[in-house]
């Protein structure tokens, strides 16, 4: 028995390196068996999937296998391959998280955080509702990692406040209940206690004061666990929502936007920020709005009257709402390098929103001799992001501090510097996009897209929204054990084939299915804001998993009403698009 247990811990510690050597020998005989372009690029395929899903591999290295199976296989030109690593996507993905660096180093989140905050209020159900705005907002245009790790201390440090104030003034309050209760025994005695009689009623005395302060302080301690769940869930969850806003806030978005360029070439950018925005922004307010009544009537209960707090201000508010506040004093007045950066922000969103706005010519198409194809997001993304790079973070006027060292700083430093960048720029997110950008091109070339498209033809006599809603559950449940990135460069290039096989607009199933790979609530380790938020608010696995498995089913609701409705119109999903009918040109 020992010797089994030995076998299994040896297997279960190496498992790593058992899964890169025996997943390529197991599959080994699909291309052997059926020597077609088609079963190559499915054993490319299926390897990278497994890889990825069991993350033997760093996942930024997986995605590097096309470069090495598809020149060998003879599916692509090495040449060919490489190139599909730095697509425009890419450029506007570098460009976002340079400004997401920019706002992150010089505090301007924080700012807005909790600006926001003391400006909501510190009852329970306002105080989730400041959070899950805060957070959504935040997760718009810097990470959900970032976003849940940065507000989740300072909800606790409000809780713990709120905490104690609320055990502090319980402790005063049975005390003086105490006093005035044992002077009323006192004056309505008839006559005179003896010294024996006095000391045998004052134990009792002291059991039920001690008692009823424990209990007391039992319900504080319940009152606060519960709600420490509640708040740390919503902030992680509403960090995920938010991403889905904005064309950059978070990889699958951007993923769909270079897999629609790749494998429809002739699209006239259907997709670009302000269209994506326009869509997505309001079925993220209505899944946010929904999750907040979810998780304020599992963690708050059902009266909003009591938990919004009618009424004046009590000491518990007064005490929070300072601790508040003086976090927001240690960061002193605006500095010149904060405005900069806000300003450079608002103006990166305005040229985004004005460049190819759809209802009306935008800037790049007045500019450009009526071709807005020569300036994309991503160009508009690096030129605002190098400004970064120039602005000084000073106003000039001579006296500039000092280095570590003690020499005088003779000129100011730029907003960001390389070394910045270098310590917090994700490059293997870069290699990750271009990663599902090459498998969509080994598809294309290799015909297996449309293998794949023909064998799913039956699916046309089924209800388009039947089709969207399934594959929208398929998507959410898979990403719960698998990356999100990984699960949208998979499924994306598939669901295309299979829009074009029925005829139905692409973005019908694509797009919902992109959005439905952020849905990831259930599981800590479906994407890193869980795993932040199960390890900072003492949450069971049962937690997450009943308030996720709800909020999966409000999200998807959400995104699909979304798509039948105003999604229709904005992109016009009841046809066919005739840039649908062509495919990438094989190289």
């Known amino acids: 028995m020992n010797n089994w247990k030995t076998v299994l811990r040896f297997l279960w510690y190496h498992r790593n390196y058992i899964i890169i050597i025996v997943t390529p020998l197991v599959f080994l005989?699909?291309?052997?068996?059926?020597?077609?372009?088609?079963?190559?690029?499915?054993?490319?395929?299926?390897?990278?999937?497994?890889?990825?899903?069991?993350?033997?591999?760093?996942?930024?290295?997986?995605?590097?296998?096309?470069?090495?199976?598809?020149?060998?296989?003879?599916?692509?030109?090495?040449?060919?391959?490489?190139?599909?690593?730095?697509?425009?996507?890419?450029m506007l993905f570098i460009g976002g998280l340079l400004v997401a660096i920019a706002v992150e180093h010089w505090n301007l989140h924080k700012r807005i955080a909790l600006r926001v905050l003391l400006l909501v209020g510190v009852r329970p159900s306002l105080l989730m509702m400041g959070f899950m705005i805060v957070s959504a907002f935040l997760s718009m245009w810097i990470s959900n990692t970032a976003t849940t790790a940065m507000m989740l201390p300072i909800s606790h440090a409000v809780l713990q406040q709120l905490k104690d104030t609320e055990t502090q003034t319980g402790e005063r309050d049975h005390q003086a209940q105490a006093a005035d209760n044992h002077a009323f025994e006192l004056e309505a005695q008839t006559k005179p206690e003896t010294t024996d009689e006095r000391?045998?009623?004052?134990?009792?005395?002291?059991y039920e004061h001690d008692a009823q302060q424990e209990f007391r302080e039992r319900?504080?301690?319940?009152?606060?666990?519960?709600?420490?769940?509640?708040?740390?869930?919503?902030?992680?969850?509403?960090?995920?929502?938010?991403?889905?806003?904005?064309?950059?806030?978070?990889?699958?978005?951007?993923?769909?936007?270079?897999?629609?360029?790749?494998?429809?070439?002739?699209n006239p950018d259907v997709i670009n920020f302000a269209s994506w925005f326009g869509f997505c922004f309001p079925s993220m307010v209505l899944m946010l709005v929904l999750s907040w009544f979810w998780l304020h009537f599992m963690f708050l209960g059902f009266n909003l009257k009591k938990t919004f707090g009618c009424g004046e201000k009590s000491e518990n508010d007064r005490a929070a709402y300072a601790v508040?506040?003086?976090?927001?004093?240690k960061l002193g007045g605006m500095k010149f390098a904060e405005v900069a950066v806000l300003v450079l922000f608002i103006l990166l969103v305005l040229l985004w929103f004005t460049r190819e706005p759809g209802f009306m010519p935008g800037w790049a198409t007045v500019l450009f001799?009526?071709?807005?194809?020569?300036?994309?997001?991503?160009?508009?993304?690096?030129?605002?992001?190098?400004?970064?790079?120039?602005?000084?973070?000073?106003?000039?006027?001579?006296?500039?501090?000092?280095?570590?060292?003690?020499?005088?700083?003779?000129?100011p430093p730029a907003l960001l510097t390389w070394k910045v960048v270098h310590e917090r720029m994700p490059w293997n997110v870069v290699l990750l996009l271009g990663g599902g950008f090459a498998l969509a091109a080994g598809s294309e070339v290799s015909n297996l897209s449309k293998w794949l498209g023909e064998n799913l033809s039956p699916l046309q006599n089924i209800p388009p929204f039947a089709i969207s809603l399934v594959l929208s559950l398929l998507i959410a449940t898979f990403t719960e054990c698998s990356s999100n990135t990984a699960t949208t460069t998979?499924?994306?290039?598939?669901?295309?084939?299979?829009?074009?096989?029925?005829?139905?607009?692409?973005l019908y199933v694509m797009m919902p299915c992109t959005i439905a790979a952020s849905l990831a609530f259930m599981l800590p380790v479906a994407t890193p804001p869980n795993a932040i938020a199960f390890s900072f608010g003492h949450l069971k696995v049962l937690d997450m998993v009943k308030a996720g498995f709800m909020l999966n089913i409000i999200g998807i609701l959400c995104i699909n009403l979304g798509i039948n409705t105003w999604g229709k119109v904005m992109f016009n999903l009841d046809t066919f698009p005739d840039w649908a009918n062509t495919t990438a040109s094989k190289p």
Request: proline share 7%; charged share 15%; hydrophobic share 45%.
């Open 29 to 90: 005989p699909l291309p052997l068996v059926y020597p077609s372009s088609e079963a190559r690029c499915g054993y490319a395929i299926i390897l990278m999937a497994l890889y990825w899903c069991t993350e033997c591999m760093p996942l930024a290295v997986t995605a590097l296998l096309p470069v090495i199976l598809f020149p060998m296989m003879g599916i692509m030109k090495g040449g060919d391959v490489s190139i599909e690593y730095l697509k425009d996507s890419n």
């Open 199 to 206: 000391d045998a009623q004052d134990p009792v005395y002291e």
């Open 219 to 266: 319900a504080i301690e319940a009152k606060y666990g519960l709600l420490t769940k509640g708040m740390s869930l919503s902030v992680c969850y509403s960090a995920s929502i938010g991403g889905t806003a904005t064309l950059t806030g978070t990889t699958p978005n951007l993923i769909l936007k270079g897999q629609m360029d790749e494998l429809f070439p002739d």
């Open 324 to 329: 508040m506040k003086e976090e927001y004093k």
């Open 369 to 411: 001799n009526k071709d807005a194809a020569f300036v994309t997001d991503g160009t508009v993304a690096i030129l605002m992001s190098s400004l970064f790079f120039v602005v000084p973070s000073q106003l000039p006027l001579g006296n500039y501090g000092y280095t570590d060292e003690g020499k005088n700083i003779k000129a």
């Open 490 to 506: 998979l499924f994306l290039p598939i669901l295309a084939s299979m829009a074009q096989n029925i005829k139905l607009h692409p």
